[in-house]
């Protein structure tokens, strides 16, 4: 995992490392595991994450 450094915020590497996009969408689903949405993207995950991840990268 990569973590931030004080006063580093535009570090688009920690954006995109997959810990953290996937640590963020574990705090975003709390609370909201019921919507249709939540669910899908829940089922597959690490699929999800990892093509979100692809995403950012490639632009």
């Given amino acids: 995992m990569i973590t ?25 689903r709390k609370g909201k595991r019921w919507k249709d949405s939540v669910a899908t993207y829940d089922i597959r995950a690490l699929e999800c994450t990892l093509y979100l991840q692809y995403l950012l990268k490639s632009g």
Avoid: S, V
């Fill in 4 to 28: 931030r450094k004080q006063n580093e915020y535009d570090d688009f590497g920690i954006m995109t490392d997959f810990e953290n996009l996937y640590q963020a969408h574990c705090k975003c």
